[in-house]
């Protein structure tokens, strides 16, 4: 049986929301391996001048512990 361990990450990007679950990946594999899921809890939007400036979210990787 596998343990899974669950992180939360904050992330932005000023590219897209994908961009940004992205570089949730890329700062949590930096210190964890195995990495396995991305679940995006949350989606929000800075707006200046009526344009989206940045693309923020709120998310939770799983990454495998131990086989």
Known sequence: ???VKV???LAESQ???EDAA???INEAAKT???IN???IENMKAVVKD???VMYRINS???FIVKD
Do not use: F, L, R
């Open 22 to 24: 992205q570089n949730a």
């Open 50 to 52: 009526n344009k989206i």
């Open 37 to 39: 899921q991305i679940n």
């Open 15 to 17: 590219v897209s929301w």
């Open 60 to 62: 939770k990787i799983s």
């Open 1 to 3: 049986m596998a343990v």
């Open 7 to 9: 992180i939360e990450i």
């Open 32 to 34: 964890v391996g195995g």
